[in-house]
């Protein structure tokens, strides 16, 4: 099977760091990534993990260890703005030799004052 | 900016209907997806286009067919709508099979 588990809600103030945990049950894929999505607004690409290890751009980083299959978002100096659904995906090998994105269901964030 | 747009952000139908939605990117991207959203879902893939007049079944393709005629445009097509595909429809595209996708502004569509 392939699946992918984020939890489904975390909650944070102003200011702070907050992790958002992606663990997953499938094998042979391609690299782990992160999409935003406000309410009401289309998903928007964050980071793309191909590699084990930590991948920083600005204040989110984004981490995967393919041998604890595991990976994880990582969001500092919260803003308000930061208040939105974060999905994990991964790249499979699929049909005919094309590859798709996996899913996760998404976790949602609320940055409070 | 790569643009991906869709003709409608709202539509309602009525069961049995054909549906027509569609999607246009103007960054010549080969990679053409359709998604549907739902809460606690995700999101998952209907069909996708490599190439033009290529297409592949994603993993929810019943009841969906596609179409694309042209590199810049890709159409989900409901045969015959019903309440079940009552979704929020996400049309994306990418330069490469390994790259981040990105999406249109979404379509939410009611069948009644």
């Known amino acids: 099977g392939q699946s992918l588990e984020q939890p489904s809600e975390v909650t944070a103030v102003e200011g702070a760091i907050v992790q958002i945990n992606c663990t997953y049950q499938t094998s042979g894929f391609y690299g782990l990534s992160w999409y935003q999505q406000h309410d009401g607004g289309a998903p928007t690409f964050l980071s793309y993990?191909?590699?084990?290890g930590l991948e920083e751009t600005g204040r989110f980083s984004s981490f995967l260890s393919r041998s604890d299959s595991y990976g994880y978002l990582l969001l500092q100096e919260l803003q308000m703005k930061d208040s939105a659904s974060y999905f994990c995906a991964v790249f499979r090998p699929f049909s005919g030799g094309y590859n798709k994105l996996i899913f996760g269901a998404g976790t949602r964030l609320a940055v409070h004052p | 900016d790569v643009k991906v747009t869709q003709s409608s952000r709202y539509l309602v139908k009525r069961t049995g209907e054909k549906v027509f939605l569609e999607c246009v990117q103007d960054m010549d991207h080969e990679n053409m997806f359709w998604y549907r959203q739902d809460p606690g879902l995700g999101l998952r893939l209907i069909y996708f286009?490599?190439?033009?007049?290529?297409?592949e079944k994603g993993d929810i393709p019943e009841g969906y067919s596609v179409s694309r005629e042209k590199k810049e445009r890709f159409s989900l097509i409901l045969e015959s709508a019903s309440t079940n595909q009552t979704s929020m429809y996400l049309c994306?595209?990418?330069?490469?099979?390994?790259?981040?996708?990105?999406f249109g502004p979404g379509t939410r569509l009611t069948v009644l």
């Open positions: 994306a595209s990418s330069i490469d099979r390994l790259v981040g996708q990105f």
């Open positions: 286009s490599y190439d033009v007049k290529m297409k």
């Open positions: 993990n191909a590699l084990d």
